[in-house]
Nanobody, 121 residues
């Protein structure tokens, strides 16, 4: 059974940092593009970041470039999202996603419950 388990969300003040983690299990494909999208109430899904291939090519949403860093530990089947200089507009539920090499984030698959990130003073 394919599963992902996200963690690391929370409440942080503007300018603060959080590190999201996702561990995947049950996937049988040799390589799986993995990343993060976010969903805020009343807003469209946004593809935040993705590690697209074995070469480590990455994608970042323009509004998070320079602030967020995605990384991957293949041995642990895990990905991470280091989020610095957080802004209130980053507030959303963040989901670990697979097949994030698809252009439309609505075509990214997700398997977990997401983790809430709230940026507020």
């Amino acid at each position: 059974q394919m599963q992902t388990a996200e963690s690391g969300g929370g409440l942080v003040q503007p300018g603060g940092s959080l590190r999201l983690s996702c561990v995947a299990s049950g996937f049988t494909r040799d390589y799986l593009p993995m990343g993060w999208f976010r969903q805020a109430p009343g807003k469209e899904r946004e593809g935040v970041s993705c590690i697209r291939n074995r070469e480590g090519n990455t994608y970042y949403l323009d509004s998070v470039k320079g602030r967020f860093t995605i990384s991957r530990d293949n041995a642990k089947n895990a990905i991470y999202l280091q989020m610095n200089s957080l802004k209130p507009e980053d507030t959303a539920v963040y989901y670990c996603a697979t097949d994030c090499d698809q252009q439309d984030p609505y075509d990214w698959d997700y398997w977990g419950q997401g983790t809430q990130v709230t940026v507020s003073s």
